[in-house]
Structure formats: structure tokens, C-alpha cells
């Protein structure tokens, strides 16, 4: 009986409270098709990820910007999907 008022009141507590939003980060590996790589194993694609700039933008002699560059995204949807907020800058 002790253990089933224990669990429920953990059930309780972790349901007022919820993880905050954290931004991660990850590298774009790949444009034109969007592949950002988040750790070691996943890699997000266009259907993952939305985002405030267009990582497609080329420089004059065509070459893409944000290749390589590494940004900074929030996880939505239960970390199904990623909203891209900027690349981070060094220095």
C-alpha cells in the first residue's frame, strides 16, 4: 500500500513539473537536402526541422553559408521535431 501512495505522488509531482525547453545543438552536414546532425546517431531532415533562417542562403559564388556551421534548435512535438533558432557564433 505504501509503494502504490509513493508512486502516485510521484506521478503527481512529475506531471506539475514538466521539463523546461532546452535548445540543443547540432551541424548541418548536408544542403540542399537539410541533414542536421544531432549527436552521434541521429540525423534530422527537412520533415524534423522548421526554422527562423533559410540555411539554403549561398554566398556569390554559390556556396551555402550555414554548411558546417553549427546550430542551435528547440525541441517540440516530444523531440520529434526541432525548431531551428540561429547558428551559433565563435569568438
Same mark, same amino acid.
Given at each position: 500500500? !505504501?509503494?502504490?501512495?509513493?508512486?502516485?505522488?510521484? %506521478? /503527481?509531482?512529475?506531471? +506539475?513539473?514538466?521539463?523546461?525547453?532546452?535548445?540543443?545543438?547540432?551541424?548541418?552536414?548536408?544542403?540542399?537536402?537539410?541533414?542536421?546532425?544531432?549527436?552521434?546517431?541521429? *540525423? /534530422? $531532415?527537412?520533415?524534423?526541422?522548421?526554422? /527562423?533562417? #533559410? =540555411?539554403?542562403?549561398? +554566398?556569390?559564388?554559390?556556396?551555402?553559408?550555414?554548411?558546417?556551421? $553549427? *546550430?542551435? %534548435?528547440?525541441?517540440? !512535438?516530444?523531440?520529434?521535431?526541432?525548431?531551428? =533558432?540561429? *547558428?551559433?557564433? #565563435?569568438?
Amino acid at each position: 500500500m !505504501n509503494n502504490a501512495v509513493e508512486a502516485l505522488a510521484q %506521478m /503527481l509531482k512529475s506531471r +506539475d513539473n514538466p521539463k523546461p525547453f532546452e535548445p540543443v545543438f547540432g551541424t548541418v552536414e548536408e544542403l540542399p537536402e537539410l541533414k542536421i546532425r544531432r549527436g552521434t546517431k541521429v *540525423v /534530422l $531532415t527537412n520533415a524534423h526541422c522548421t526554422s /527562423l533562417l #533559410n =540555411l539554403r542562403q549561398q +554566398d556569390i559564388e554559390g556556396n551555402y553559408i550555414y554548411l558546417k556551421k $553549427t *546550430v542551435a %534548435m528547440l525541441p517540440y !512535438n516530444n523531440n520529434n521535431n526541432y525548431l531551428v =533558432l540561429g *547558428v551559433v557564433q #565563435n569568438g
